[in-house]
């Protein structure tokens, strides 16, 4: 799997980190840092879904609603 750092989701959307990062701790941007106050790391389909405004995968699976 291929995971996008902050950098690349920064370079590939041309969104700054400054409305990026926010969106990552609200949770509207689905991501994870593998330690905390680490580097964030987004899946690609998430990254594309919430570019799209839409929930990826696994928002939308925490709503309990399967696909
Ligand atoms: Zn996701």
Not at 60 to 67: N, P, R
């Given at each position: ?44 389909p998430?990254f594309d879904a919430w570019m799209a405004g839409e929930k990826c ?11």
């Open positions: 799997m291929r995971f996008l750092t902050m950098d690349e989701l920064v370079k590939e959307s041309g969104i700054s980190r400054f409305t990026l990062m926010p969106a990552l701790q609200r949770g509207d941007l689905h991501g994870f840092q593998r330690v905390k106050r680490g580097t964030w790391r987004v899946d690609r998430c995968e696994h928002q939308t699976a925490k709503k309990g609603k399967a696909a």
